[in-house]
């Protein structure tokens, strides 16, 4: 069978690209190369019997553009010291260049010293990562896109929010008469809602949250009007979704008649599943830049946004030397088009 | 004392309880956990702007969970304004290189089982990466590496590359490329051979100077394929050579069809190591030690390093202690007749270490050598001991009789011991040395999955020992290492307590003793802290005690 080799090869022996994936993720990284035209580079990520990450390298990187996709998720140190090793292999193997795509960046919660003695480990893993021998960071939607000056290599972080635009004039029907409402819900996402309002040129809200203890919800106050509305919550995370659940609630309190939640990293730790049950959500939309079958098996609200397009064609453009600025605003060509196989 | 906080890590709280006692001082206070997500949490509770941090983790259990946590805690006293942060691992991670990507004996990958391999699909061609892809093969493979990885010979070349030497001998048919049946202890694999197509091209389109690559037929360089040790039972593929000049190797997509043929059988090039890419598996030390300097560690200290050499990997004072002065004292104290005893090496990497406290005791030293069958998969080689060859297709399972130029075979077989792995059987275990009627005193730096202890004491048994005890400084014993050293003829198994050891004394009972190093880490702390030589930690002669 004809592959369309995406990466319009000149004919010549130019230093090919090789994509890696650790074990985080398998699923999105097939999904990306499949978009590209390519295999999976052969490696084995496997532990050693004293729980030692061990990576053997199964092909030649000499002079490769190399691009490893691994996520922060799962069992997140295991990830990050797989990914390190990896980098540090194709390193030391003579890689021309490497970048690391880790949709969902590990740690990047802890990016500030708010208290005493607060380690900030989001530096610390930019600084592991430099240091293991990675050139560029491609990333999704980071906590604080401040992150990006923790590094001194180049890091583009990519937006989810052409995906969630896309998908909310798709399936929210009240968004075409502005009977939609985006909701932020806390205070550190205004900005990211309103960015979305904006561009769907629908109303803005937010819920403003006063927290006691990390993980803990108390009062919420809703600032501004959804009357009538159907509302969407956008966020960047949701971990244990104990926000988002009392978010739904009060914004059904206050009139919405229907509340959706969109998402870019469903990190669903915990109870969050049966939160998400019981929460008055209509549909919580994620992308898949966190593995969550297991979690939407268990949870008939889920609905996932797959984003191997625009990795796949941030990795092209990356390798091909092209802007990757098209992506900040716009949904790739061919969404939704490949039959996923397995 | 002021200014100096020492810091546990949750790998090994008891030993920095213990070094506190001995300085006299109590453990500073740090919150570990983890979030709900997996990350791990941080805080550290008291104050420790302008002291001296020392933070204690060895590198057991999760490794990877405590060497973040780890550096984690560096990384949050170095921007509290610590002066200065000393890493104390007396276990250290990620410390053994190992040269290929399994050994049959010792160190073994978990192995995934086979309804997982799923997971594994980009792993040299497994089965879910084969849908409709072409350049990683039609082969169906359910083992993490091809099978002849075991002697460092790859299956075949990767995605599709072979490399200009291997295909000019093929065209000239100075090599014959022939085909074995893939491994038969892998399933399934022989059926999923994709059968080649007929020969549509004639000889010409080898030398013809065509830019496009060749179509999926397949044929022999215009030779025939010999009916020698080598070929298989099945018919053999022809196989089509790109000629290296009117070919474009370089891109490994539009060159897939043109080695289907190839891919779709193990080819076995005699004299050339597969005329590919020899898999390799990557050696962390070097990254390690860049993450803790990194991360912001001043200096570090750790026990009886595997490899030496591995400080010159930092680019801060490290510290390697050794416990050799504690194992002498040991070996004093509870061995009545340690002066008829023989110290034994297990390998011969470790001749240096048991060598050296045999001269401080001044006793005999031996060695047990490793002598390793290479290559088994060619049947030519027959084994010097006059067994017959052994192939990778059929391993024993039960332990080969240890045969040596020294020691008789055998008469009644040992219980061996319960294996995970089944291959670890092919190699023999020469004794060097004499330990008749003796009593052996094994010494190692390291007891992981435990099959060079065991082995190396059924091996003295068998050569006349009547006692076979073992000292080994790092007990991590992983895996079922436990229950191996259980029903192995160890009498004795000596560990510190550089690793926990709590359940393998459920496990072990009386089998296990464990002395503290704790004092000696505690004395090297103070040292450091107070701008003291340690070197007098290296020598022998000062006063520790051994506790049990």
């Known amino acids: 069978m004809a592959q369309t080799n995406v990466l319009a090869g000149h004919g010549s022996t130019t230093n090919s690209i090789k994509i890696f994936a650790g074990n985080s993720h398998l699923q999105l990284a097939k999904l990306v190369a499949k978009r590209l035209g390519l295999d999976l580079a052969r490696v084995a990520v496997l532990k050693y019997s004293n729980q030692e990450t061990s990576v053997t390298v199964g092909e030649s990187v000499r002079d490769e553009d190399v691009f490893i996709i691994q996520t922060g998720a799962g069992e997140i140190n295991d990830a990050l010291m797989e990914l390190l090793i990896m980098i540090n292999a194709c390193r030391s193997a003579s890689a021309r260049r490497i970048t690391a795509v880790v949709p969902s960046y590990p740690y990047a919660r802890q990016d500030r010293k708010d208290k005493s003695r607060a380690p900030i480990t989001g530096k610390l893993v930019a600084n592991m990562l430099t240091k293991a021998g990675c050139d560029h960071l491609i990333t999704m939607d980071l906590h604080a896109s401040q992150i990006q000056g923790f590094f001194d290599i180049p890091v583009d972080n990519l937006f989810a929010e052409p995906m969630m635009c896309k998908w909310v004039r798709d399936n929210v029907p009240e968004c075409k008469n502005l009977d939609c409402i985006i909701v932020s819900p806390d205070a550190g996402g205004a900005k990211r809602a309103a960015a979305m309002a904006d561009k769907l040129g629908v109303d803005f809200a937010l819920i403003h949250k006063e927290r006691k203890k990390a993980n803990e919800v108390s009062k919420m106050i809703l600032v501004g009007d959804v009357r009538g509305k159907v509302a969407v919550l956008v966020d960047d995370m949701a971990d244990t979704c104990g926000t988002l659940g009392k978010a739904a609630e009060v914004l059904i309190e206050n009139g919405a008649t229907k509340v959706y939640a969109a998402v870019t990293h469903g990190v669903l730790s915990g109870k969050a599943t049966s939160i998400i049950n019981s929460s008055p959500l209509t549909k919580l939309v994620m992308t898949n830049s966190i593995p969550h079958e297991d979690k939407a098996l268990l949870c008939p609200k889920i609905e996932t946004i797959d984003i191997s397009m625009t990795l796949a064609e941030a990795i092209r453009r990356t390798h091909n030397g092209e802007s990757v600025s098209y992506l900040f605003g716009n949904v790739p060509d061919g969404m939704g088009e490949l039959d996923v196989v397995g | ?548």
């Open chain 2, 1 to 548: 004392m002021r200014s100096i906080n020492v810091f546990s890590g949750s790998s090994h709280p008891a030993l920095a309880r213990s070094i506190c006692q001995r300085l006299n001082m109590p453990l500073a206070e740090a919150n570990l956990s983890k979030f709900a997500n997996r990350e791990t949490s941080v805080e550290i509770k008291v104050s420790v702007r302008q002291c001296d941090v020392y933070i204690v983790q060895s590198a057991c259990g999760n490794v990877n969970d405590m060497l973040v946590e780890l550096l984690i805690m560096i990384h949050a006293c170095k921007i509290a304004s610590a002066r200065r942060i000393v890493a104390v691992i007396p276990c250290f991670p990620y410390a053994r290189q190992p040269e290929t990507p399994y050994k049959r004996n010792g160190m073994p990958l978990s192995r995934v089982p086979i309804e997982e391999m799923d997971k594994f699909a980009t792993v040299f061609g497994g089965p879910s990466a084969n849908a409709g892809s072409s350049s990683s093969g039609g082969r169906q493979r359910n083992t993490p590496f091809p099978t002849s990885a075991a002697n460092g010979v790859p299956e075949t070349p990767a995605n599709g590359r072979l490399d200009t030497s291997t295909l000019e001998r093929l065209r000239d048919g100075a090599v014959s490329p022939a085909f074995s049946t893939p491994s038969t202890s892998t399933q399934g694999s022989a059926a999923d051979i994709v059968p080649p197509e007929s020969p549509a091209e004639s000889s010409s389109a080898i030398s013809s100077s065509s830019a496009t690559p060749t179509p999926s037929s397949v044929r022999a360089p215009g030779k025939a394929l010999p009916n020698g040790p080598l070929a298989s039972n099945r018919q053999p593929a022809n196989i089509s050579v790109p000629h290296p000049l009117t070919h474009s190797l370089g891109n490994p997509v539009s060159n897939a069809s043109a080695v289907q043929g190839l891919m779709s059988g193990s080819l076995h090039v005699p004299g050339v190591t597969g005329g590919g890419y020899k898999h390799w598996a990557a050696k962390s030390g070097k990254l390690i030690a860049d993450l803790l300097g990194v991360a912001g560690a001043d200096h570090i200290t750790t026990v009886d390093l595997h490899d030496p050499h591995f400080q010159g990997f930092f680019g801060v004072p490290v510290d390697n202690l050794s416990v050799e002065p504690v194992m002498v004292r040991y070996i004093k104290e509870h061995f009545p007749d340690w002066k008829k005893a023989v110290i034994v090496s297990p390998d011969a990497g470790g001749a240096k270490r048991a060598s050296k406290i045999a001269d401080r005791l001044g006793i005999d030293f031996a060695l047990i050598h490793k002598e390793r069958r290479h290559f088994a998969g060619t049947p030519a080689v027959v084994d010097k001991h006059g067994e017959g060859s052994h192939t990778t297709t059929t391993v024993p399972v039960s332990p080969s009789p240890i045969t040596s130029p020294i020691v008789s075979p055998l008469a009644t077989p040992l219980p061996s011991p319960s294996s995970a792995s089944t291959v670890a059987a092919a190699s023999d275990m020469l004794l060097v040395g004499s330990v008749t009627g003796r009593t052996c005193i094994l010494i190692d730096d390291i007891a992981d999955t435990s099959f060079t202890i065991t082995k190396a004491a059924r091996t003295l048994v068998s050569a006349g020992a009547t006692k076979v005890c073992a000292i080994v400084t790092h007990g991590i014993m992983s895996g079922d290492a436990v229950t191996r050293i259980k029903k192995s003829v160890v009498d004795e198994l000596i560990v510190s307590n550089t690793v926990p050891q709590e359940e393998h004394r459920k496990l072990l009972g009386d089998k296990l003793k464990v002395f503290d190093v704790g004092a000696v880490l505690a004395e090297a702390i103070r040292r450091i802290h107070n701008g003291e030589s340690i070197s007098l930690l290296y020598n022998n002669l000062w006063a520790l005690e051994t506790h049990e």
